[in-house]
């Protein structure tokens, strides 16, 4: 019997595959047989990695962010001619999010958010995609004057929505790349801008909080 640490470089070597699977077929219509073939593995194998297909599904879940994350850090500790990390993302986004297609994997958890599992997963990583973007509009903000337009909490819950926007869109036909790429940039753009119309006030402020999934 493997180690634990076996297992474990086992895992991190199969996930990504793993997640290309529930990527193509969503979570209903893999089925482990696919999954097991994909990884070039027998049923078994993966059996010893995790305990069911939910279990698999619950880690692509979290690869999602773990995977845009890891793209984020390598793009950042790259030198970026003076511009900030959050304008370095924005950037990038507008010319390659979604490329993978990993958005799939969220939208098929929907349909589940009944299982208790999937939802808690489903939240926590929607709640990690946007703690990383809020520290990336609070240190563009800390550099810029002006009252915001929107608090930096709620402009990085915007950033999610528009990135889920351009998703639906690219599934449905709706914008072309090039639209896309100007609704990530201008509108992104937006939600980065220090200036605007007056800071919102205290009380809406307070509201705006009870609604964090941190």
Not at 150 to 156: R, Y
Not at 158 to 182: K, P, V
Not at 198 to 203: E, H, K, Y
Request: net charge positive; proline share 3%; with cysteine.
């Amino acid at each position: 019997m493997p180690r634990p640490s076996q297992l474990d470089d086992k895992r991190r070597e199969l996930l990504p595959v793993v997640a290309g699977v529930f990527t193509r077929l969503g979570y209903r219509r893999a089925t482990t047989a696919e999954l097991s073939e994909a990884c070039g593995v027998q049923e078994n194998i993966l059996y010893r990695l995790w305990p069911d297909k939910k279990a698999m599904y619950l880690a692509a879940i979290d690869f999602v962010y773990e995977f845009s994350e890891q793209t984020w850090l390598r793009l950042l500790e790259r030198d970026g001619g003076g511009a900030s990390s959050a304008r370095r993302l924005l950037e990038y986004e507008s010319h390659h999010h979604g490329e993978f297609g990993h958005y799939r994997i969220l939208f098929a958890g929907l349909p589940e958010i009944d299982d208790a599992d999937i939802r808690a997963a489903l939240r926590r990583t929607f709640a990690r995609f946007h703690r990383f973007l809020l520290a990336q509009m609070l240190t563009q903000r800390s550099g810029g004057g002006g009252a915001a337009a929107c608090p930096a909490e709620l402009a990085a819950w915007a950033a999610i929505g528009l990135g889920t926007i351009a998703n639906i869109s690219r599934e449905l036909g709706l914008l072309d790349d090039a639209q896309r790429r100007g609704l990530i940039e201008q509108i992104g753009g937006l939600l980065l801008s220090s200036g605007g119309a007056g800071r919102p006030s205290a009380g809406r402020g307070r509201r705006a909080s009870k609604h964090t999934l941190t």
